[in-house]
């Protein structure tokens, strides 16, 4: 039943990174929360935020903007932390991104969203589920589970690397 | 209650039987004419069978049968219990462990088989009356002794009320004790109680039997073996005074029986209020303990860990509210919520004892199939630990001993002609220290071979030639795929071993250190935290966050003057009373690039007896943390253990600092080996 009703329509929960419209599938969301304090974790890269306590669970935090290279915005009242769920190696894991402001969920029928294009975007195609048209708008649908992939849920080597001298050869050493 | 529901039970009760069976097979070694291993053993065996049958486990119950009929014999004195038969029992054993587990392969039934074939040739097919079946037939010329030599008992038999429910049926009981001799069995009513508050399904009578029989005493108490837990059975002789309580009391207890006469005839003379307190009592003793499934248990531990953190953020915000009636709510909130808290995590305590006592099998399997004499004695089996540490704690430790028994403890001849006892001993002992409990494994066997460890430890390039510490060389062995072996055996000695047990270690947040004397002996030193869901945290802050550091590593905190040199690792020494401190600037490390603060403070921590320094902006304090894992995040994040929830409902960090430690000092080798290179 439900699966029938997904393939002609689906839900997303669009918000703006950078001036532009993303969205997320709406069934992958949990929650939306205000900027609150998060605390950050040391030797992670840059588009790690930190931890956040969601009602006594720790849950990381990500900066969309800076993981999709769109500069850096400072904190406004619009500011804004999505939970989603992250289906990795068949385990659920939650995680927050941080996003410039919530617009709202949208309905979209199936005829209403495009392939995602081969050329022409900042981001790789693999992180897109496709292009939604609205109002003469695009929305880019983010594939949840591929945004938050592997490299974010696992990133220490990464940060070993990126924070230079002092680890440089243990990490190293793990490689090898 | 469905078959599966029952089977569970089932299943968890013939574990614990076979766990008790199994070390009192083990004091039958020490012990061989001891009669009180063989009742356990027997009962035991009896209680798998009858219980196995009704959950339909009918190989089970028809195997079991074999071994009760043995121990039968034994019991009797029919049969002397010889090493033989305890190894053929301790392999039955074994076999029935896998029944109840499912393994029910071709394998198998050929074991079981083979086991059978050698009970059988051991009872020669004499088969012990099975109890309440067929001793009611009494042999006709016991007849003609009674009348010549028979004697006057007294019993009083108090079940408690539940007794029903146990599957113990009162009749056929009554029926055998008649059987022995001329009996008159009388029922007493007097503890039935009122319509209203009587429940049909329990059992409110209490039997007072004079037997006139030419048996033993021994074969009265036999009758009621199987009732002991539900039933205070009181028996004596009508002239005199002996008064042999209830049975299962053992020999050793002799004493305090002697002392209870006096009570227990008083007892006996106005049964009729008192009776009914000792049921009383028995009923309470009943229930003193549950079962409860392990995740029912986590959850309740993480829901008062959530408590814990609502309770410190709501006197945080009393106090900050200053209306006194808020705060002394507060404050009673606080003190309820400390006893919640230690409740809670005393339920999940559980004895180390159990997991002890399961290397009593391993060692005497070992000391058979490696030909060395071995015993193992145990300390301190009532320190109680976490019962996920304790899971956690029993590979590791079946790792060391195993080492112990094939590398430690020499052969018997060449203990001899060290001038040495010929049985090597292996010693278990737990003690708490603090929120810890260190475990020590010993051994007096040959020890650690320095030399050896050395050359292997420069063969494989884990060390550079020279002059080392004993400890530095000793800890070689906890290195990856260290050996100095020469024979590799299938219980130990591929170097796979003492690495994976300081990892395990290691998760449990807990140290390892190894202390070792020529022919003297090796200890290896476990410490290992009472507790993985709370511990005592020691606050400080780095850059405006909050960190916290396990406290039990914390020894002192000291103000920093700048006037040593950093290098570019983030590394420094202090003089700490004319020691040199190893220091680590977490700033450094962490990557904080904000200003520093003015009066930057050290947290001295001794980690593996070493101290190490670890620089920070501000000290904050003891902290009680609640620890959260950090998910997936933290499987790759080595120097942060997890992170914990404050009152203001911020997030901190746990600093991992022997990891960070390692890291340092890993990266400090590799420049150190770069220079020796160039």
Redesign the interface.
Same mark, same amino acid.
């Given at each position: 039943m439900l699966e029938e009703y997904n393939q002609d329509s689906a839900q997303y929960l669009s918000f703006y990174l950078a001036g532009k419209l993303f969205a997320f599938d709406v069934l992958k969301t949990r929650e939306v929360l205000q900027y609150t %304090?998060?605390?950050?974790?040391?030797? #992670?890269p840059p588009y790690?935020v930190?931890?956040? %306590?969601l009602r006594?669970?720790?849950? #990381?935090v990500m900066d969309l903007r800076v993981k999709f290279g769109l500069g850096d915005v400072s904190i406004t009242d619009d500011t804004a932390i999505i939970i989603v769920e992250v289906n990795?190696e068949d385990?659920i894991?939650?995680v927050g991104a941080l996003v410039d402001g919530v617009k709202g969920v949208m309905r979209f029928e199936k005829d209403q969203i495009e392939p995602p294009p081969k050329i022409g975007m900042k981001l790789s195609a693999d992180l897109i589920n496709g292009i939604g048209k609205l109002d003469g708008n695009f929305v880019v649908m983010l594939n949840v589970d591929r945004v938050f992939s592997e490299e974010d849920?696992?990133?220490?080597?990464e940060?070993l690397i990126s924070?230079g001298?002092?680890?440089?050869?243990?990490a190293s050493?793990t490689v090898a | 209650m469905d078959i599966e529901a029952l089977r569970e039970v089932f299943r968890e009760e013939a574990y614990e039987l076979l766990t008790q069976a199994e070390s009192s097979l083990l004091e039958l070694v020490e012990n061989p004419s001891d009669s009180e291993p063989i009742n356990t053993v027997f009962r035991a065996m009896h209680t798998i069978k009858g219980s196995g049958g009704m959950c339909g486990y009918t190989k089970l119950s028809d195997f079991t049968h074999e071994v009760e009929n043995l121990f039968d014999c034994m019991r009797k004195g029919k049969i002397a219990p010889d090493e033989g038969i305890i190894q053929l029992s301790l392999r039955a054993k074994d076999c029935i462990r896998n029944l109840i587990e499912g393994d029910d392969s071709l394998e198998q039934e050929d074991l079981r088989n083979k086991i059978l074939l050698e009970i059988k040739s051991i009872t020669g097919g004499m088969v012990c009356s099975d109890q309440s079946a067929h001793s009611c037939e009494i042999p006709k010329d016991s007849i003609n002794l009674e009348a010549i030599n028979s004697e006057s008992y007294k019993i009083v038999f108090m079940p408690v009320p539940s007794i029903l429910s146990h599957g113990v049926k009162i009749e056929p009981l009554l029926m055998e004790v008649s059987s022995l001799g001329e009996a008159t069995v009388k029922c007493d009513i007097s503890s039935i109680p009122d319509f209203d508050s009587l429940d049909p399904e329990e059992c409110y009578f209490n039997w007072v039997i004079h037997l006139e029989t030419s048996r033993d005493l021994m074969e009265i108490k036999d009758i009621f073996m199987f009732t002991e837990d539900y039933a205070e059975v009181v028996i004596r002789y009508k002239e005199g005074f002996l008064l042999n309580n209830t049975f299962f009391k053992s020999e050793e207890k002799g004493t305090v029986i002697e002392k209870k006469i006096p009570s227990v005839l008083n007892l006996l003379e106005e049964k009729t209020k008192k009776a009914d307190k000792i049921i009383f009592d028995r009923r309470k003793a009943d229930t003193t303990s549950i079962r409860v499934k392990n995740e029912k248990l986590d959850s309740l531990v993480n829901l008062v860990g959530e408590l814990v953190t609502l309770q410190a953020r709501f006197s945080q915000e009393a106090n900050f509210a200053r209306i006194p009636e808020f705060i002394s709510l507060a404050e009673n909130l606080e003190k309820l919520t400390e006893d919640l808290r230690d409740t809670t995590m005393s339920i999940r305590m559980v004895p180390i004892s159990e997991t002890f006592n399961s290397f009593n099998r391993l060692i005497y399997d070992l000391s058979n199939s490696l030909g060395k004499k071995i015993k193992l004695v145990t300390y301190g089996g009532e320190t109680e630990l976490d019962k996920n540490v304790i899971e956690a704690l029993r590979d590791p430790l079946l790792h060391i001993i195993r080492n112990s028994c094939d590398h430690g403890i020499e052969s018997p001849d060449i203990r001899l002609s060290k001038g040495k006892d010929e049985t090597g001993i292996i010693e278990l002992v737990a003690e708490h220290s603090g929120s810890n409990v260190v475990i020590k494994i010993s051994d007096d066997g040959a020890g650690l071979d320095r030399e050896k460890i050395l050359a292997r430890a420069i063969e494989r390039g884990l060390l550079q030639p020279g002059e080392y510490d004993d400890r530095v060389i000793y800890s070689m062995i906890f290195e990856p795929g260290f050996s100095t072996a020469e024979i590799v055996t299938d219980i130990s000695g591929r170097g796979v071993g003492m690495d994976v047990v300081k990892k395990n270690i290691e998760k449990l947040r807990g140290t390892i250190s190894v202390e070792s004397r020529e022919n003297r002996g090796t200890m290896i030193t476990l410490t290992i935290p009472l507790t993985l869901a709370i511990i005592d945290g020691f606050m400080v802050e780095l850059a405006g966050s909050p960190y916290i550091f396990n406290l039990s590593h914390v020894r002192e905190c000291l103000d920093f003057s700048d006037d040593v040199e950093r290098d570019e690792k983030s590394q420094f020494m202090i003089n700490l009373r004319g020691e040199i401190v190893p220091c680590i600037d977490l700033r450094g490390i962490f990557g904080c690039n904000d200003k520093e603060v003015a009066y930057p403070q050290i947290v001295i921590s001794e980690i593996a007896d070493e101290k190490y320094g670890f620089l920070v902006d501000k000290v904050i304090g003891k902290y009680q943390t609640v620890v959260k894992p950090l998910g997936r995040v933290s499987r790759n994040l080595n120097m942060i253990a997890g992170a914990t929830i404050l009152g203001d409902g911020t997030v901190a960090l746990i600093l991992d600092a022997q990891s960070i430690i390692k890291e340092m000092s890993g990266s400090a080798n590799d420049y150190m080996s770069d220079y020796i290179r160039h």
């Open positions: %304090n998060i605390t950050p974790i040391p030797c #992670t790690v930190g931890v956040l %306590n006594g669970n720790v849950v #990381t990795y385990e894991t939650v849920l696992s990133f220490a080597k940060t924070h001298e002092v680890f440089l050869d243990s050493e | -």
